[in-house]
């Protein structure tokens, strides 16, 4: 039966030396973790202090917890893409119990921690006697949940509740509790795997299906516990992240089955099945921690930070492979002696000992070097997959120059609990102020307040955050654009017709915003009729692709709101020569490419709020705020509508 202990040889090299030298070969992924700790602590000086190492554990925490319940999985040969998803539905569940429907809130822990060992029981229906490959099964599920939580929570964030918000916080007012619950979970998966019938069993079918249902393992009715232990697990990384965000989110944890499967490799599992252990997931995803938050302090770009994540990775999992073709065994379950251990130990010592030596070395270089610098701002944005977010970039770029700013710029993707992670690395650099542009208000509340504790004075661009103090919000105002492009869409059509609105990512203030404007604003034109609606995310293609199957059944429209201007471009390539002629388009931000359609007679409006002079003033009033000026609380950009008449004389 193959086992979760990795070990060199016989016959290697003695005493100390030889046994760091075993330590490391033996273990490639802890070898990448000293290497990436001892590389960010000489070229960070901020990366060495107890508050980042802390954020480090907690930005870890959800993928080593998602991470855990797919090292089952994949000990057993199998995959799970679900992960995510699950873990995004069982806190809608939980936030939807306790507050909409008024259940207990014990109950409603209850019930989300059912809802994703329910999902794994499906999983493994599916894969055990659907005979459905895993990768189908669980990418299955991965839409199934995923449409769930949109379904229950109607594409809007939900309120967490407040005894539940706790494992978000900390014990003592320095550790997390997100570390403790990950820790814990690290070590029931290490009882799991190591010491009880199931995690022999697991091994057994990785190590060979056949064989294992030959000699009497009952292979259908585990893999159905399996996946069920991987769906327990993501119900709890799915709370733990909703408690960091005071909110359930929809759309959390996308991408995170990914991740999760990553930290499991690069652990030293293998996904043909057969090897795997706890400690070596941690280590996984405490690789991915250090990554993230060392590039971040190191002012990386957005775009680059996944280029070196996916190299990292592919090192890793190289390394590990010419490790093992060395000559690495896996030895016979329970092979392992007490004399082996003690030296095991030592060796860890000894690694321990050299890592601490090298990184204080290149910490005291840093602490010698302390000149006074330029001010440093850190800008959070939600997403730069968007001209209009691209375009507040640019702006706050050339204002941080103009100033002598050193300024860094992170994208979170549209993730919420990535831009939590951004904004706590901020917190722990040497920051003088940060500008977030929020992926949600509520979400980004507990890390602003993070901030406030640091002192670190925090400017809100285009959305504003909730239950956290903010030097001042610069923001157009989305409700009003909303209702401005109502306006100008039905005195186009004359106050009659028949429209369709593409909706922008559901969960995300602004596409509420910009949405709840567009309905006040039609109140006023009881002749145009809404004939449907349906979100396309924000983005072009998706927009063409939904305005596509939107002609097919109503082909007779006369008009079209996009909650963005890349929607907008979308709708106009699906409705061909009709567009700008029987069919009008409104769309909203003014970026360039919106302004050529609007120029061009393609696009009727666009709603702009001026994105460059967002970024610009966002950065002033930063750096106004760090040097202890009193700055405006509310700074209001006007919007605007562009036209044909006045495309030609408008700034972005």
């Not at 956290?468 to 654009?481: Q, R």
């Not at 963005?564 to 909203?588: C, H, R, T, W």
């Not at 007679?601 to 930063?622: C, D, F, H, K, M």
Request: glycine residues 12%.
């Amino acid at each position: 039966m193959a086992t979760d202990t990795l070990k060199s040889k016989p016959g290697a090299q003695g005493g100390a030396t030889g046994g760091l030298r075993r330590l490391l070969l033996d273990n490639g992924a802890l070898t990448a973790l000293i290497v990436l700790v001892i590389a960010m602590s000489a070229l960070s000086g901020d990366f060495l202090t107890a508050d980042n190492l802390l954020n480090v554990g907690v930005q870890a925490a959800v993928t080593a917890i998602l991470a855990f319940g797919v090292t089952f999985v994949i000990v057993s040969a199998g995959i799970d893409l679900s992960v995510g998803s699950v873990a995004a539905l069982s806190a809608t569940v939980l936030a939807w119990s306790a507050t909409e429907a008024g259940i207990p809130v014990a109950l409603a822990v209850v019930l989300a921690v059912v809802t994703g060992i329910a999902c794994g029981l499906v999983n493994g229906f599916l894969v055990s006697y659907g005979k459905l490959p895993p990768f189908i099964a669980t990418l299955a599920m991965l839409s199934v949940a995923r449409g769930l939580s949109l379904v229950i929570s109607q594409g809007s964030p939900i309120a967490f509740p407040d005894s539940v918000s706790h494992l978000g916080d900390t014990l003592g007012g320095w550790l997390p509790v997100p570390v403790l619950v990950m820790v814990v979970m690290g070590l029931l998966t290490a009882f799991v795997l190591g010491r009880t019938y199931i995690g022999r069993s697991m091994y057994a079918i990785g190590g060979n299906e056949e064989a294992a249902r030959l000699s009497g393992l009952r292979v259908k009715r585990q893999k159905l516990a399996i996946y069920a232990f991987s769906g327990l697990f993501a119900a709890a990384a799915g709370i733990v992240l909703a408690s960091r965000l005071a909110s359930a989110q929809p759309q959390a944890a996308q991408g995170y089955e990914l991740d999760a499967i990553a930290a499991v490799v690069i652990g030293g599992a293998s996904l043909a099945g057969g090897t795997g252990k706890a400690s070596g997931t941690l280590i996984g995803a405490l690789i991915l921690a250090v990554l993230r938050n060392g590039l971040n302090l190191l002012s990386v770009s957005a775009f680059w930070q996944q280029v070196v994540i996916g190299v990292v990775i592919a090192l890793a999992v190289l390394f590990d492979t010419v490790r093992r073709k060395a000559g690495v065994g896996a030895p016979a379950a329970g092979a392992s002696g007490g004399g082996n251990k003690g030296k095991q130990a030592l060796t860890y010592v000894i690694a321990a000992v050299v890592a601490v030596a090298v990184v204080g070395a290149t910490s005291l270089l840093h602490s010698g070097s302390s000149a006074a610098a330029k001010p440093k701002i850190g800008l959070s944005l939600s997403t730069l997959n968007n001209p209009f977010f691209v375009q507040i970039r640019d702006g706050a770029e050339e204002e941080a120059r103009k100033l002598g700013v050193d300024l860094t710029v992170t994208d979170a993707q549209n993730d919420a609990s990535q831009q939590a992670n951004q904004l706590q690395n901020f917190t722990s650099g040497s920051l003088s102020a940060v500008v977030v542009n929020p992926v949600d208000s509520d979400a980004a509340g507990p890390s602003v307040r993070g901030a406030n504790k640091a002192d670190i004075p925090v400017v809100a661009v285009d959305r504003g955050v909730n239950e956290a103090d903010t030097s001042a919000l610069v923001a157009s105002d989305n409700v009003e654009g909303g209702a401005l492009g109502a306006k100008a869409l039905a005195e186009k059509l004359g106050g009659r017709g028949t429209i369709v609105i593409l909706q922008g990512q559901a969960g995300t203030s602004a596409s509420r915003e910009r949405g709840a404007g567009f309905a006040e604003g039609l109140k006023d034109y009881p002749g145009i009729k809404v004939v449907a609606k349906q979100p396309a995310d924000f983005d072009r293609t998706k927009g063409l692709d939904v305005m596509t199957n939107l002609l097919q059944a109503h082909p007779d429209i006369d008009g079209v709101f996009a909650e963005n201007d890349e929607m907008a471009l979308g709708a106009i390539k699906a409705l061909g020569p009709k567009a700008g002629k029987s069919v009008q388009v409104v769309g909203f931000d003014g970026t360039p490419d919106g302004l050529k359609a609007v120029e061009a007679g393609t696009l009727y409006a666009s709603v702009a709020q001026q994105p460059s002079e967002l970024g610009r003033i966002a950065v002033r009033n930063a750096l106004r705020a760090a040097d202890g000026e009193k700055v405006e609380k509310m700074v209001k950009v006007p919007v605007k509508v562009v036209t044909k008449e006045n495309v030609a004389g408008f700034e972005g």
